[in-house]
């Protein structure tokens, strides 16, 4: 395994490369001076701007292949964008036919493709991820290098966001200076955008009234909170559950308690996230024994269902939904219903230190994915991909993705068009007739094919359209939200994320670890040790919160971890992400 990298060339490259692209993106289509060959696609990324519109009289057939979402009832071929694009080409002189194909199985899809170098013109919305893109875009130029197309000319809108967005070009520039996938940009919104998804745990004030105890603040309070949810008496004479969890937000929470953050805590601590400045795994530090203990003392007290581990998202829903439980831990309040006095009794469990730690901070949901759009180095037509995809990356092209036309100016005849309803939310006749029960479901069957494309419109509709200030906790920073929701007590939805916002706004930061690029070597060195580690991670854990295993044996799971190559592993990964680090928490 090798250890080391040389990372010199590989900045250089990109250092190069980024500079090229910047100037590309504010000099008016000026052409590059490198004096490289402009018609290689993939590859080297130390290629010419390419700014001019193609002159293309034939007719040209462009070949998508798209990730469906589950429940998706019709063809991808029948959306209306796809079809609005041929209706956009035509308006910019070009006679072009949109070939759609859907997968509803991207993962197994994309390595088919890439596997057999069958790729379509575009793939849309299924993540390509790091490693794939130094793969299949670096050392194989199977990819589109899209670098020498983001220019003024070619692509203004993608240019706009990445001036607004600076940090985001560096994310996506490949060690070679290339960039193999293009970003989907889903902008702070107030209603969504100000905590992440590790802090999702709410109680029934109800519960707690009845129990004579307070919201929790102490991981005291916490369990013995628990303990007295246990001795309640249900009016239906069913047994309380004191928590339930689906999607591990329960350790998403305690994780989060005991100072972890950087990105989602996986269930038992196996992923990379940050404390205290410095990239770890929460189940290699000691703050993993306190996590342990806790989980301990929930299972083996009966504070969790008996059938914790292998209880099914439904099933914990159902209990959620019939009142059986105190503490509820999901996204969002969904299973409670829609009836005020259920939803108004639900408050958001605050912020608690668990073990040692001595801060909280939540990473926020990423503004940006960075791999969402990519494309075949064999196009025929790179500029006309290019040009549609930057549609989707103007306001007009993102609100015609998401929503598709205003009622009455469909140019296509195909769809009713949506308008506001008296409340001043977007809406349309196929959702207020019940056929769909939202804008995202109707859109997702009619309009798009999925929603991690291009940019996603910040729509105010019943909202005041101000920015929301807000201090990043880590680095002390300002950053904004569009107030784009009108949230009140009134709804459900509008419940949750109020009280939300309210306990866990002034723990949210903006630093998140995205993904690196890594050699093949080491590419391959990590997705087979990575499996390895987390599977262990994973047994080893159950049988700890079980009893199965003693909590006395920690250290000696530890000696188990080094010996499965643990401490490798975490080496190469802060190698990999010093620069990173040294960028939000300077020199160690």
């Given at each position: 395994m090798k250890k080391k990298r040389n990372k010199v060339i590989a900045l250089l490259l990109a250092a190069i490369m980024l500079i090229g692209c910047l100037a590309g993106c504010g000099d008016d289509g000026e052409k590059g001076s490198d004096g490289s060959d402009a018609g290689e696609n993939g590859g080297s990324a130390a290629v010419q701007q390419i700014t001019d519109k193609p002159e293309i009289n034939e007719p040209v057939t462009l070949k998508i292949l798209t990730q469906r979402h589950a429940g998706s009832t019709t063809d991808a071929d029948d959306l209306w964008f796809f079809k609005y694009l041929e209706y956009w080409f035509a308006q910019q002189g070009y006679d072009v036919t949109i070939d759609v194909q859907q997968t509803n199985e991207a993962s197994t899809e994309k390595s088919l493709l890439l596997g057999t170098d069958t790729l379509s013109d575009v793939v849309w919305g299924i993540g390509l991820g790091k490693t794939n893109a130094a793969l299949y875009g670096m050392e194989e130029g199977m990819l589109l290098n899209w670098a020498p197309y983001v220019n003024e000319s070619l692509m203004p809108n993608l240019c706009h966001w990445l001036k607004e967005y600076p940090d985001v070009t560096p994310d996506i520039t490949a060690p070679d200076g290339g960039i193999y996938a293009l970003p989907y940009f889903a902008p702070s919104q107030y209603a969504s955008g100000c905590y992440g998804t590790s802090e999702r745990l709410y109680y029934r004030q109800s519960w707690l009234d009845a129990c004579g105890v307070k919201n929790p603040t102490t991981q005291e309070e916490f369990i013995n909170t628990l303990r007295a949810f246990k001795n309640m008496k249900l009016a239906n004479g069913a047994?309380?559950?004191?928590?339930?969890?689906?999607?591990?937000?329960?350790?998403?929470?305690?994780?989060?308690?005991?100072?972890?953050?950087?990105?989602?805590?996986?269930?038992?601590g196996s992923n990379l996230m940050i404390k205290d400045g410095e990239l770890v795994i929460p189940a290699y530090t000691e703050s993993y024994r306190d996590f342990i203990k806790i989980m301990n003392t929930l299972y083996s007290e009966g504070l969790l269902a008996r059938d914790y581990f292998s209880m099914s998202d439904t099933t914990a829903g159902g209990l959620m939904r019939d009142g059986s439980c105190g503490a509820l831990a999901w996204w969002t309040l969904e299973y409670v219903g829609e009836d005020p006095k259920a939803f108004g009794d639900i408050v958001c469990a605050n912020p608690i230190l668990f073990g040692d730690n001595k801060e909280?901070?939540?990473?926020?949901?990423?503004?940006?994915?960075?791999?969402?759009?990519?494309?075949?180095?064999?196009?025929?037509?790179?500029?006309?991909?290019?040009?549609?995809?930057?549609?989707?990356?103007?306001?007009?092209?993102?609100?015609?993705?998401?929503?598709?036309?205003?009622?009455?100016?469909?140019?296509?005849?195909?769809?009713?068009?949506?308008?506001?309803?008296?409340?001043?939310?977007?809406?349309?006749?196929?959702?207020?007739?019940?056929?769909?029960?939202?804008?995202?479901?109707?859109?997702?069957?009619?309009?798009?094919?999925?929603?991690?494309?291009?940019?996603?419109?910040?729509?105010?509709?019943?909202?005041?359209?101000?920015?929301?200030?807000?201090?990043?906790?880590?680095?002390?920073?300002?950053?904004?939200?569009?107030?784009?929701?009108?949230?009140?007590?009134?709804?459900?939805?509008?419940?949750?994320?109020?009280?939300?916002?309210?306990?866990?706004?002034?723990?949210?930061?903006?630093?998140?670890?995205?993904?690196?690029?890594?050699?093949?070597?080491?590419?391959?060195?990590?997705?087979?040790?990575?499996?390895?580690?987390?599977?262990?991670?994973?047994?080893?854990?159950?049988?700890?919160?079980?009893?199965?295993?003693?909590?006395?044996?920690?250290?000696?799971?530890?000696?188990?971890?080094?010996?499965?190559?643990?401490?490798?592993?975490?080496?190469?990964?802060?190698?990999?992400?010093?620069?990173?680090?040294?960028?939000?928490?300077?020199?160690?």
């Open positions: 047994t309380p559950i004191p928590v339930v969890s689906a999607g591990s937000f329960l350790e998403k929470y305690l994780w989060t308690g005991l100072g972890f953050y950087g990105t989602e805590p996986n269930k038992y909280i901070h939540v990473s926020r949901l990423n503004y940006f994915t960075a791999d969402t759009l990519w494309a075949s180095s064999k196009t025929k037509y790179p500029e006309l991909v290019a040009m549609m995809l930057d549609f989707i990356y103007s306001e007009e092209g993102a609100m015609l993705y998401r929503y598709g036309p205003k009622q009455g100016e469909d140019p296509l005849g195909l769809v009713d068009g949506w308008y506001y309803d008296e409340d001043g939310n977007i809406t349309t006749k196929m959702v207020e007739d019940g056929t769909y029960a939202s804008m995202a479901a109707y859109g997702r069957d009619r309009i798009f094919p999925f929603d991690n494309a291009g940019l996603r419109p910040a729509v105010v509709s019943s909202g005041t359209g101000e920015m929301k200030e807000f201090t990043d906790s880590v680095t002390g920073e300002k950053y904004y939200c569009i107030d784009n929701i009108k949230l009140d007590d009134n709804t459900n939805d509008g419940h949750w994320r109020l009280i939300t916002i309210e306990k866990w706004s002034d723990y949210a930061t903006s630093v998140r670890l995205n993904g690196v690029y890594l050699d093949s070597d080491d590419a391959t060195y990590v997705s087979d040790i990575i499996t390895t580690i987390q599977n262990y991670i994973t047994k080893e854990s159950a049988k700890f919160i079980t009893g199965q295993r003693d909590i006395s044996t920690i250290d000696q799971f530890w000696e188990e971890l080094e010996n499965l190559g643990i401490q490798d592993y975490l080496d190469l990964m802060k190698e990999s992400y010093s620069d990173y680090m040294k960028s939000v928490f300077g020199e160690k």
